[in-house]
């Protein structure tokens, strides 16, 4: 298995953000996988993420069409990631316990309520995938493309990854993986106050910092790390 990460660079705060996020996303993958390889999917002048162990460039175009057909030429096994995640612990028993195209949490976290707007018309959670299907995703790009500009650079892809995962007859073979395991966004302060969250927290493999004040705790640990 390897681990792949999608970051392009762009002259603004929430970009150097990203980098420093990404940063941290290495050294959990070298943390808690020793030896699994960690590659940077960007465009062709972003600058290399520090610590990485490859990078796979392609020309620039808009950034939800550039993360679609950088992952299409994925070979192999691998663990595709957003830059706001940190792994916990080895992910890899996933491929060798089922067999699947496309690994992914749905949005069922025991300590959230039910999504609302966008993410309660997206059901899975795309910012952490586990693939052996270089086709699911340039299938993903084909559908993309049909879309207009502004879904093109920015959550295009989540849409159309879940339409094809909420096919009615599905076409790729999906295993639909815990949340609360592998896609685990912690609480901030008034959230999950009254729920079992020690006993949450000992099975997170991957902690997903999605949302703004979630960030602001990833930067916290980051900075204490």
């Not at 002259?11 to 990404?22: G, I, K």
């Not at 999917?41 to 520090?50: A, C, E, F, G, N």
């Not at 070979?75 to 890899?92: A, K, P």
């Amino acid at each position: 298995m390897n681990v792949a990460f999608f970051h392009v660079e762009r002259d603004t705060q929430a970009s150097q953000d990203a980098y420093v996020w990404a940063r941290g996303l290495v050294q959990s993958i070298r943390r808690h996988m020793p030896g699994v390889g960690s590659v940077h999917l960007t465009d062709d002048t972003s600058r290399k993420v520090k610590g990485v162990d490859a990078v796979r460039r392609k020309p620039s175009e808009p950034m939800g069409l550039l993360r679609m057909r950088l992952c299409a030429g994925l070979r192999g096994s691998w663990l595709v990631l957003d830059t706001d995640v940190i792994i916990e612990r080895d992910c890899q028993w996933v491929f060798d316990k089922w067999e699947f195209d496309i690994g992914v949490a749905k949005r069922n976290w025991d300590h959230l309520r039910p999504a609302l707007g966008f993410s309660g018309r997206v059901p899975y959670n795309t910012g952490v995938l586990f693939s052996p299907c270089p086709d699911f995703f340039s299938e993903a790009y084909t559908r993309l493309r049909l879309l207009d500009d502004e879904q093109q650079h920015w959550m295009g892809e989540q849409t159309v990854m879940n339409d094809i995962l909420n096919e009615e007859r599905p076409r790729y073979a999906i295993k639909f993986l815990s949340g609360n395991m592998f896609n685990f966004p912690p609480p901030v302060k008034d959230q999950g106050a009254k729920l079992r969250l020690r006993e949450i927290k000992k099975k997170v493999h991957i902690t997903h910092y999605k949302g703004e004040r979630r960030k602001a705790v990833l930067m916290e640990r980051l900075k204490c790390a």
